[in-house]
Nanobody, 115 residues
Framework: QVQLVESGGGVVRPGGSLRLSCAAS????????RGWYRQAPGKQRELVAA???????NYVDSVKGRFTISRDNAKNKVYLQMNSLKPEDTAVYYC?????????WGQGTQVTVSS
C-alpha cells in the first residue's frame, strides 16, 4: 500500500504561481510512475503531468511551458510547480503513484485561480 498526501493548493490571481507537493509513504519501492491529475467541476479528471522512473516527463498541452513536475527521491516527494496560472487551471489537483499492480491516489488539493 502507498499513502499520498498533497499540499500547497490555494487561491491565486491569474498570472501567479503555486507549488504543489505530494508526500508518499508505504511500499513505494516498486513505483514506476508519478503524476498529477486535476478535475474541474463538471469535467473528467485529466492527466496534467507525469514523471516516470527513468526521469522522463510528459505534460498535457495546456500546461506545457508553464508547469514543471519534479521529484525528490530522498524525501519521497513529487512536486508540481505551476507558473502563469490561468482561471482555467482551477481544479482539484490529485497526486497519483503507479506500480505494476495498482494506482494510488491522494485526497486532492484545491487550486483556485481568480481575480
Amino acid at each position: 500500500q502507498v499513502q499520498l498526501v498533497e499540499s500547497g493548493g490555494g487561491v491565486v490571481r491569474p498570472g501567479g504561481s503555486l507549488r504543489l507537493s505530494c508526500a508518499a509513504s508505504g511500499s513505494i519501492f516498486s513505483i514506476y510512475a508519478r503524476g498529477w491529475y486535476r478535475q474541474a467541476p463538471g469535467k473528467q479528471r485529466e492527466l496534467v503531468a507525469a514523471i516516470i522512473s527513468g526521469g522522463s516527463t510528459n505534460y498535457v498541452d495546456s500546461v506545457k511551458g508553464r508547469f514543471t513536475i519534479s521529484r525528490d527521491n530522498a524525501k519521497n516527494k513529487v512536486y508540481l510547480q505551476m507558473n502563469s496560472l490561468k482561471p482555467e487551471d482551477t481544479a482539484v489537483y490529485y497526486c497519483r503513484y503507479s506500480d505494476y499492480e495498482a494506482a494510488y491516489w491522494g485526497q486532492g488539493t484545491q487550486v483556485t485561480v481568480s481575480s
